[in-house]
């Protein structure tokens, strides 16, 4: 009979079941759930750490804004792979679909967060500490206080008086108050402090919104690029003043405010003291003379490493530095087809450096170099030359010599420090009968076959420049400390409500019932409690000029129920 009684429960639920049919969200169900689940903190925090691996391929793949010479190389050697990569937008990480759709959500969730929080924490304000509650002894942190009846009538103390006077204690303390009943038997105390502690909360998360802002600003707006600047030669703030340049999505050229730098000096001060550290460099100044504009004042200005100069919006810094050999190219026809500095790469701490010279002009074929600059040249037993030291005291050339089509007529963008010389026919090598061209300061070396010369005519330095344009940065960084003291104010700070509640026993004894309760975990919660227990005994019951030698303490209850003990001073 038992089994028969179960199987009809179970048939009749599973007719209950049967019966019951879920309403359907409908279209603007379906649109405010959506909602709701974008703007949860969960999403938020799930969107930030998505952007975060997002972010990742940017560095494990060349982007093509930095550098799209190395994106069609990197597809050229990858005809497989390259081409998937590509159509998944790997080489345009930060302006990629995907990425901007991750960027606009969290921006989206975000906002949806703090709206609606910063609506309730403007009512919570505006509104009065919760009603206190029957049975304080229930709240985790409470006590009790007894002023005896003397001192009470001593002091005319009522239990109205008694709560207006903690509502004066607790308002010092930092605590929002609000007397109740104060006309009946039973007065009591609403308290509430660490409302900074949402506020803070709510300047963080608003505050990483404006720090997307600020970036998408930067991004949008903004630019990066290079210039190599020889000692004697000026920089203007054009597009084509750059050797290489990295706009923002919505980058316009006419925002390049039109200033000028000019090298006047580079210094490069060397250890010579110590001998563990000889040689190395101690300091790089360059003195530069900068104008903020056609017709405007020039101004002297000292540029170093990690101390960067502003000018026109930007930031210039010092990032590289080197030797520029002056070098003088003439062809078999006599006429100069190459004259000027060379910038030269270091490839050591001695400033050995590898140079690449073209003269793309010279005729009846044009002529390309490439070798090493050595700033104090010496030959080692078995003939091979190499620098003992970054100053300039023996500075030499040691070239190779090509001569060919050098590839730069048709176009096609060539890396200005690299000379391909498969296409070439050489001309001077070690390899070869001629030899390599050694040329010092001064010298001049002719070509075989009558092709031309080549003159080392002098040394300048040269420095390598990165020019930095955010308009973003300014609030990139406001945004961000207020994003840290929020976050800080929301860590350390206490959300607590506390609750005081006076009444007068029949012998005239003044009772004050106290209890405290925080919002979340708060680990300081009993510390604050017998603060407050402390401050309330203080003020009633050890008044200032009382305790001495006439006076004798006595042992108060002060949490009901749990044994504890409170020591007060009395008269005698």
């Known amino acids: 009979m038992k089994q028969d009684a179960a199987e009809g429960t179970e048939g009749r639920a599973a007719t ?6 879920l309403p359907s969200l409908g279209f603007f169900g379906t649109l405010r759930w959506a909602w709701t689940q974008l703007t949860s903190m969960r999403t938020a925090l799930f969107l930030l750490l998505l952007l975060a691996v997002a972010a990742v391929p940017g560095s494990l793949f060349p982007q093509r804004p930095a550098n799209p010479a190395v994106v069609t190389q990197y597809i050229q050697d990858n005809p497989d792979t390259g081409p998937v990569l590509d159509w ?4 345009d990480v930060y302006s990629s679909v995907w990425f901007s759709a991750i960027y606009l959500l969290l921006f989206i969730s975000l906002i949806g967060c703090v709206v609606p929080r910063a609506r ?46 903690a509502a004066v204690l607790l ?24 409302l900074a502690k949402e506020l803070g909360n709510l300047v963080f998360h608003t505050s990483l919104i404006g720090v997307l802002v600020s970036v998408a600003i930067g991004g949008l707006f903004g630019y990066n690029g290079q210039k190599v600047v020889v000692e004697g030669d000026s920089f203007v703030n054009t597009l084509i003043g750059y050797d290489s340049f990295n706009p923002g999505s919505n980058f316009s050229a006419n925002r390049l405010e039109p200033y000028s730098i000019t090298l006047d000096s580079f210094d490069v001060r060397f ?51 080197g030797y520029a050999p002056m070098v003088t190219v003439r062809d078999g026809e006599g006429n100069i087809a190459s004259e000027g500095p060379v910038v030269s790469v270091p490839s050591d701490g001695l400033y050995t450096s590898l140079i690449v010279i073209k003269a793309p002009d010279a005729k009846p074929d044009q002529l390309g170099f490439v070798g090493f ?82 003159t080392f005519d002098g040394l300048r330095r040269y420095v390598a420049l990165d020019i930095h344009h955010d308009p973003g940065e300014v609030g990139a960084l406001v945004f961000s400390t207020s994003a840290l003291l929020g976050l800080t104010a929301s860590l350390f700070i206490g959300r607590r409500r506390l609750w005081v509640r006076t009444g007068e026993h029949p012998d005239g004894r003044i009772l004050v019932e106290y209890g405290l309760l925080a919002r979340g975990e708060d680990h300081r919660l009993s510390g604050e409690g017998e603060a407050v227990e402390k401050l309330l005994a203080d003020h009633w019951l050890v008044p200032s000029g009382t305790a001495g030698e006439n006076s004798v303490q006595e042992t108060v209850p002060t949490a009901a129920g749990t044994g504890d003990s409170r020591t007060m001073t009395k008269d005698n």
Do not use: C, M
Request: aromatic share 8%; no cysteine; net charge negative.
């Open 16 to 21: 209950a079941r049967a019966d019951v049919a």
């Open 88 to 91: 998944f937008q790997l080489f």
């Open 120 to 165: 309730a924490h403007f009512r919570a304000v505006r509104s009065t500490p919760p009603r206190t509650p029957k049975r304080l002894s229930r709240l985790p942190v409470h006590g009790t206080l007894e002023v005896p009846a003397d001192r009470a009538r001593a002091a005319g103390l009522t239990p109205s008086g008694a709560a207006e006077q």
């Open 171 to 194: 308002k010092k303390r930092g605590y929002r108050v609000d007397v109740r009943d104060a006309a009946s038997d039973r007065p009591s105390v609403g308290a509430e402090r660490g």
């Open 271 to 321: 250890d010579r003291e110590q001998t563990s550290h000889y040689g190395q460099p101690l300091d790089f100044t360059a003195n530069i003379t900068t104008q903020d504009g056609p017709g405007a004042a020039e101004e002297q200005q000292v540029l170093k490493v990690n101390a960067p100069v502003t000018i026109g919006g930007t930031n210039v810094y010092l990032v590289g530095n």
């Open 373 to 454: 600059f050595l700033p104090t040249a010496f030959v080692d037993d078995e003939g091979v030359s190499f620098s003992r030291d970054p100053d300039p005291f023996n500075p030499q050339l040691n070239l190779n010599s090509y001569y060919g089509d050098l590839g730069l007529d048709d176009g096609t963008p060539e890396n200005v420090y690299v000379l391909d010389t498969e296409s070439l026919t050489e001309l001077n090598s070690r390899n070869n009968d001629d030899g390599g061209i050694v040329l010092g300061v001064g010298e001049t070396y002719d070509l075989p076959e009558g092709k031309g010369s080549v």
